[in-house]
Nanobody, 122 residues
Framework: QVQLVESGGGLVQPGGSLRLSCRASGSIDSINAMAWYRQAPGKQRELVASITSVRSTKYLDSVKGRFTISRDNAKNTASLQMNSLKPEDTAVYYC????????????????WGQGTQVTVSS
């Protein structure tokens, strides 16, 4: 089974920075794209940033210029550097691996991490 483990969440003051990391494990051959989603209380989960295997990136408009997504294909990891954090960035952040192909397994599927809390507050 594939597991995604996130780390790096926490409490930070407005204007501060955090770096989230995600590692995928479990006999993985390749991952098409990796992404970070977030869900604030009472709101729908939204895509924050995504990056493909060739490092094409997309960002939520409200985080452009503040957040940067990166990945290491060889290590099956992805990171989200979050700068100039705002209270409205407070949410549970989820790592998502899309189009995961496993060794000796036919087909691909998506996987989710368990989520990590990010709280931006003074």
């Amino acid at each position: 089974q594939v597991q995604l483990v996130e780390s790096g969440g926490g409490l930070v003051q407005p204007g501060g920075s955090l770096r989230l990391s995600c590692r995928a494990s479990g006999s993985i051959d390749s991952i098409n794209a990796m992404a970070w989603y977030r869900q604030a209380p009472g709101k729908q989960r939204e895509l924050v940033a995504s990056i493909t295997s060739v490092r094409s990136t997309k960002y939520l408009d409200s985080v452009k210029g503040r957040f940067t997504i990166s990945r290491d294909n060889a290590k099956n990891t992805a990171s989200l550097q979050m700068n100039s954090l705002k209270p409205e960035d407070t949410a549970v952040y989820y790592c998502n691996a899309q189009g995961v192909r496993r060794n000796y397994v036919i087909g691909v599927r998506d996987y989710w991490g368990q989520g990590t809390q990010v709280t931006v507050s003074s």
